[in-house]
Nanobody, 126 residues
Framework: EVQLVESGGGLVQGGESLRLSCAAS????????IGWFRQAPGKEREGVSC????????YYADSVKGRFTISSDNAKNTVYLQMNSLKPEDTAVYYCAAELMACGTIWYEGDPFGSWGQGTQVTVSS
């Protein structure tokens, strides 16, 4: 059974950093895409970043480019999202998701991902 567990969320001030972790079990990362998504109250889910385990390709939403970095430790079956220069508009519940595919151009929609974690809250105060 595929399981994803996010951690690392919290309350920070604008400009500070957080590192989210997504620990996976029940599968190995080979050939999987691992994505990070977020959903703020009253807003639709938004793709944040994706990493293709097959070749390490990374993808980012324009809103986080230059501030967020996705990485993976395949030996630990864990994907990280380093978030720097956080802004109040980054406040949301952050989810990781996994699917046997490459991120490609479809990752941002979220729908192709079949396995999701429970989410971790990130709150950025101004």
């Amino acid at each position: 059974e595929v399981q994803l567990v996010e951690s690392g969320g919290g309350l920070v001030q604008g400009g500070e950093s957080l590192r989210l972790s997504c620990a996976a079990s029940g599968f190995t990362f080979d050939d999987y895409a691992i994505g990070w998504f977020r959903q703020a109250p009253g807003k639709e889910r938004e793709g944040v970043s994706c990493i293709s385990s097959s070749d390490g390709s990374t993808y980012y939403a324009d809103s986080v480019k230059g501030r967020f970095t996705i990485s993976s430790d395949n030996a630990k079956n864990t994907v990280y999202l380093q978030m720097n220069s956080l802004k109040p508009e980054d406040t949301a519940v952050y989810y990781c998701a996994a699917e046997l595919m490459a991120c490609g151009t479809i990752w941002y929609e979220g729908d192709p991902f079949g396995s999701w974690g429970q989410g971790t809250q990130v709150t950025v105060s101004s």
